[in-house]
């Protein structure tokens, strides 16, 4: 089996800071995800790669940027943190592209705006 | 678009009780529909899928039949316990191309009271 883990757990910065979290996956997977969840508001997709260098906007992309250096890792940063931008970040992988295809998460990351 | 409704925000119960979670969806074709489950200070893994017409899926006591004539996906359990407490997000995966984005309901909350 394989694991998705996701740093920091907890990461607390100030508004308007640049603020990154770091996933891994040793899945050997092709595609990989970041996704916000709000309470209430269900998972919404921020960005995704179907392979490394490839990034692909989900549909909350505005105010975050992306990395996938390699097939293993893919960044997430928020460019200027706000206060309403406190959430829970998930991180997940699947074999290939979304249709029909189970995701696998790590635990999330939850972002802490002071 | 394609879309998820899930009915139910909340739901409490009692150890034992009956559950259903209502999912339906609005979808062409044939969808994949999922049910996957987060607990507590984990992400969401799958409990089970279902791609065709009448077909169920089932895992851990819960079960769901994919019913294409209602547009219904709806999650049952005959007898809950406390380590059920969780949160279940109802998700259709659109078949048309490999990149498609996994489409999710807001998500139930479930507690159920010893």
């Known amino acids: 089996g394989g694991i998705i883990t996701q740093t920091p757990k907890f990461l607390i910065g100030q508004e308007g800071q640049k603020l990154t979290l770091k996933c891994q996956q040793n899945?050997?997977?092709?595609?990989m995800y970041w996704y916000r969840q709000d309470s209430g508001k269900g998972l919404r997709l921020i960005y995704y790669s179907i392979t490394e260098n490839d990034l692909q906007k989900g549909d909350l992309s505005e105010g975050y940027d992306a990395s996938r250096e390699k097939k293993s890792s893919f960044s997430l940063t928020v460019t200027s943190a706000q206060k309403n931008e406190m959430a829970v970040f998930l991180c997940?992988?699947?074999?290939?592209?979304?249709?029909?295809?189970?995701?696998?998460f790590g635990e999330g990351s939850r972002l802490i705006v002071v | 678009g394609d879309s998820v409704t899930q009915t139910e925000g909340q739901v409490a119960l009692s150890e034992e009780d009956f559950l259903t979670i209502h999912c339906n969806y609005s979808?062409?074709?044939?969808?994949?529909l999922f049910w996957y489950v987060q607990y507590p200070g984990e992400g969401p893994q799958l409990l089970f899928r279902a791609s065709r017409d009448k077909e169920k899926g089932s895992s851990r006591g819960f079960e769901a039949t994919y019913d294409k004539g209602t547009t219904s996906f709806h999650l049952r359990k005959a007898s809950v316990q406390e380590s059920d407490s969780a949160v279940y997000y109802c998700a259709l995966s659109d078949r048309v191309g490999d990149n498609s984005k996994l489409i999710w309901g807001l998500g139930t909350s479930l507690v159920v009271n010893p």
């Open positions: 997940a992988s699947s074999i290939e592209g979304t249709g029909g295809n189970t995701l696998y």
């Open positions: 899945f050997n997977h092709d595609t």
């Open positions: 979808a062409s074709g044939y969808p994949t």
